[in-house]
């Protein structure tokens, strides 16, 4: 089974300031996504990332980037110019890339979230 | 084009009790995955409909059942509820065939068991 670590419980950054978010996973798997979720006060998870894992080139979405160090099992999400609108819980997941009929297929398996505050 | 829609918003029921909550997927989307969200901790994946049927499971007990429509909307139900019970439940559609078969989540039912 997959498991995926976010040793962070929180984390604050000042507003334009850069953070990082650290994000660790365990798979037998060659093949599988892995993704970056914000879920402000308001509840709604929203993708922010996605990343694959045969690519190599790091996936980076405006001021959001990550580094992904397949051997190391690493997912980082870096948050460039951070804004007061990026507090937040911040969730990494993984899901299998395994064929339509895969058992894994369609699953996501989340840390435990990071809670980013942002000073103004 | 709405998004993915869920109801109620919060509901109280008390131990033993039944519970239904339900979800309406994005226009377009497919498979319907259910997922419990404890205070403070990352969702559990509960599990996932595609053509009205359950294709995955999570660690989750019988109690716990599901149903997908043939209009693609689907009803989570709980039996015999527990305290431990209480959580965001969410909700989460996809179009199986897309390429990254991406998850746009509801905003959740929050469920209190007293």
């Known amino acids: 089974a997959q498991t995926v670590t976010q040793s962070q419980p929180e984390m604050s950054v000042q507003e334009a300031e850069t953070v990082t978010l650290s994000c660790t996973y365990d798979?037998?798997?060659?093949?599988?996504?892995l993704f970056w979720y914000k879920q402000p006060p308001s509840r709604q998870m929203i993708l922010v990332i996605r990343?694959?894992?045969?690519?190599?080139q790091n996936a980076t979405e405006n001021r959001f980037s990550v580094n992904f160090q397949k051997a190391a099992k690493s997912f980082s999400l870096k948050i460039s110019d951070s804004q007061l609108g990026d507090a937040a819980m911040y969730f990494c997941a993984y899901r299998s890339a395994g064929g339509a009929g895969g058992t894994s297929y369609g699953k996501l398996t989340f840390g435990q979230g990071t809670i980013l505050t942002v000073h103004p | 084009d709405a998004g993915v829609t869920q109801s109620p918003t919060h509901l109280i029921k008390t131990r033993g009790q039944q519970v239904t909550l339900r979800c309406s997927p994005k226009?377009?989307?497919?498979?319907v995955s259910w997922y419990q969200q404890a205070l403070g901790q990352g969702p559990q994946f509960i599990f996932q409909y595609y053509e009205e049927e359950e294709r995955q499971r999570g660690n989750f007990p019988d109690r716990f059942s599901g149903h997908q429509f043939p209009n693609y909307s689907s009803e989570l139900n709980v039996n015999a509820l527990l305290l431990g019970d209480s959580a965001l439940y969410l909700c989460?559609?996809?179009?199986?065939?897309?390429?990254?078969?991406?998850?746009?989540f509801g905003p959740g039912t929050r469920l209190t068991v007293l």
């Open positions: 990343q694959e894992a045969y690519k190599q």
């Open positions: 226009s377009g989307h497919d498979t």
């Open positions: 989460a559609s996809s179009l199986l065939t897309s390429y990254y078969n991406e998850q746009f």
């Open positions: 798979t037998s798997e060659s093949d599988y996504y």
